[in-house]
Each structure stands twice: as structure tokens, then as C-alpha cells.
């Protein structure tokens, strides 16, 4: 058996409410920071072998102190980047007001593929393809990669079989949560999920 568990960012510094997406220079909050570390010490004991992460700076920020306490590199991986999106830099974080505005309503034409940003099948097949080689390289051992919600969503959704057109409101995937494929050689015999940081107070700005 080999497990490899996708693990969500922490909460980042977003104060003015903006959907980062790919931009850089996006950190996380005092809260996220904690939130990566209680990540890191959910996985004191377990027998990882691989760590990985999406290239951006939230993502290496919660990959940094799982690597301290297992005592690995980080490899960076491009396949599980955030989500494409055209709303990347609008001050529109979590959907506010996006139906307000008539010159957004253009995009909505689609919520299956979604005519909004990178389709959802590309999205699982690069993000699969990530745990398929994090699989490889922990091989009979766990491996962690780090990454966003709806990366780790389409992922898990296509582990268990699920469509992939969902209702983003009910999204099974918190902050510093932790989604574990098992593999039985090839096969995903089971998903689960679990919330390392849940007992941390709320803070502010969180995004994907």
C-alpha cells in the first residue's frame, strides 16, 4: 500500500479580498502560519518518503515546516498549481459580487466546464498525474503534496469516481486540510479526509 495525501494551504494574508489565484506575492497570515504547522505535526509518525508542492508561495510557505519535521526536500511541482481563472486579481474573493456586475455574467455561460477558468478535466488529469508520480517515488511509503482547493477537490473527486461539476459552496477541503489516497499497486482503494488545524480560532482572508 502506498498513501499520498494532498494537503490544502493555510490561510493567506488577503485583507483587501482579492481572488490571487496564480499571482505571486500572496503569504500566509499569522493564522495560516499556524495552521501549516499544525499540518506538520498530524503527519509526526507517519513513514513519508516524498514531499511535494504547487510552486506558489502559499503553498511552499505550509510545505515548510512539514519538510523540517520530516526532514526532506521540497520538490516543486508545477502540476499542482492553483486553478486558471479569469477573475485572477479582482477584488472578488469568494464570489462576492460577481452576479452584480452584467460584464462578468459572459463567463457564467458554462458552470459544467466551467466557461470561467481552467476546465475541470484538465485540472484532475494534472493533478492526478502529480499524485501518480508522488505514488512512484514514496512507493509502499506515504508522500505529501501540497496544494489548493480546488486542485485537491478534482482530484478527490475523480479518486471516488464523482463528476467533477459540483457545487463549490459544499467543497469538502478547509484550510490545512488533508485528503489521503491509498493505493493498492495502481488502484485507489480508499479516500479520506481529515482537519488537522480545525481547532485553531478563525482568521481573516482565507482563499484557495
Known amino acids: 500500500m502506498t498513501v499520498v495525501h494532498l494537503l490544502r494551504h493555510g490561510e493567506v494574508f488577503n485583507p483587501d479580498g482579492i481572488l490571487y489565484g496564480r499571482l505571486p506575492g500572496f503569504r500566509l497570515s499569522e493564522l495560516g502560519a499556524r495552521q501549516a504547522e499544525a499540518a506538520a505535526q498530524w503527519f509526526v509518525g507517519r513513514d513519508i518518503a516524498h514531499l511535494a508542492c504547487s510552486p506558489l508561495q502559499r503553498a511552499r510557505e ?11 526536500p521540497v520538490t516543486v511541482d508545477q502540476r499542482l498549481i492553483e486553478a486558471g481563472n479569469v477573475f485572477e486579481g479582482r477584488a472578488v474573493a469568494g464570489g462576492k459580487g460577481l452576479l452584480r456586475n452584467p460584464s462578468y455574467w459572459k463567463y457564467f455561460r458554462n458552470p459544467f466546464r466551467p466557461s470561467w477558468g481552467e476546465p475541470y478535466t484538465e485540472i484532475a488529469d494534472r493533478v492526478m498525474a502529480a499524485v501518480r508520480s508522488a505514488r512512484d517515488q514514496a512507493d509502499g511509503r506515504e508522500a505529501v503534496c501540497v496544494s489548493h482547493q480546488l486542485p485537491v477537490v478534482m482530484a478527490a473527486r475523480s479518486a471516488e469516481g464523482l463528476r467533477l461539476f459540483h457545487d463549490p459552496r459544499r467543497r469538502r477541503c478547509s484550510l490545512a486540510s488533508v485528503t489521503s489516497l491509498t493505493f493498492d499497486g495502481d488502484v485507489i482503494t480508499r479516500v479520506q479526509y481529515t482537519e488537522p488545524a480545525a481547532g485553531l480560532p478563525a482568521g481573516h482572508g482565507a482563499g484557495a
Open 62 to 72: 505550509t510545505a515548510a515546516p512539514l519538510a523540517a519535521t520530516v526532514g526532506l
